[in-house]
């Protein structure tokens, strides 16, 4: 009798690796920046308007010298390019579901967490990029830097921006092709939270109420202690709230986005 030994095919299918994946979507956002690096010079316009316009406003009412109003001016700036940037970057999530980009994606052997982590991890470039440029145009004005209040404020920005992006990407998530939901929504919370954290100007003379409500906005914390930073004042406990705010804003932010995308369809 002749018996026959059925052969096992060798598994060759790509497994999930939350790790590996990340690192390929990380990777995969990345390539446009490089291949087009003036896009983060050109969204810098904003903030450089703010700095070439509204800090001679400052100095103007203060009388302040130019140096101690950039200094107490600058990172205001620096966390606005983390609030109009990563705050407005569910667009481009929002314009692959439009596309049908994103479902393509979705069917692809990837681990679904892997593909809102990675894009929020994408923000920590263009912040970086972008906060230096700022520093540097800022610096021969007077502007002082603390090398370790620079690294460790850097550090700050970017766990707030991923935190926020996140949160921007959930957005898009939930309101899907209704783009003017997305823009309604960013538009409206994004300028109150701005007015309200003291980034453009001084809280201490505002009504009661505001001064009551910039306590709990997680950007306050995050520009005070981007201003503690960079004069140097490593142990203010303003330092401490901003990173507590800027964790807390991104565990909550990649939370939610995770639980938005596995249940993308």
């Not at 969204?43 to 101690?68: D, H, K």
């Not at 505002?206 to 709990?216: D, I, R």
Request: glycine fraction near 10%.
């Amino acid at each position: 009798m002749t018996t026959t030994t059925a052969t096992q095919r060798p598994d060759t299918a790509v497994r999930a690796n939350p790790a590996r994946d990340t690192w390929n979507v990380l990777t995969r956002e990345l390539k446009p920046v490089v291949r087009d690096p003036f896009t983060l010079i050109f969204s810098l316009v904003q903030p450089l308007v703010f700095l070439g316009l509204f800090a001679p406003l400052l100095i103007g009412s203060s009388g302040a010298p130019v140096g101690e109003t950039l200094q107490w001016f600058v990172p205001g700036v620096l966390v606005m390019i983390v609030l109009f940037g990563t705050g407005a970057t569910g667009s481009n999530l929002q314009y692959e579901m439009m596309t049908g980009s994103h479902e393509r994606t979705l069917v692809a052997p990837l681990a679904r967490s892997s593909l809102l982590v990675g894009r929020a991890l994408k923000e920590i470039v263009p912040i970086i990029v972008q906060a230096l440029i700022i520093v540097l145009i800022a610096w021969p004005f007077g502007f002082s830097i603390d090398p370790a209040g620079l690294v460790i404020g850097l550090a700050l920005l970017a766990v707030f921006g991923v935190g926020l992006g996140s949160l921007s990407y959930t957005l898009a998530l939930k309101t899907k092709d209704r783009e003017w939901l997305f823009w309604g929504v960013q538009q409206t919370l994004i300028f109150p939270l701005l007015i309200l954290s003291g980034m453009l100007l001084p809280l201490d003379d505002a009504p009661g109420w505001m001064q009551a409500v910039s306590t709990v906005n997680p950007i306050n914390w995050v520009v005070q202690a981007e201003r503690a930073l960079f004069a140097g004042d490593l142990g203010n406990i303003a330092v401490l709230w901003g990173w507590v705010a800027a964790v807390i804003l991104a565990l909550l932010g990649l939370w939610a986005g995770i639980r938005a995308m596995r249940k993308s369809s």
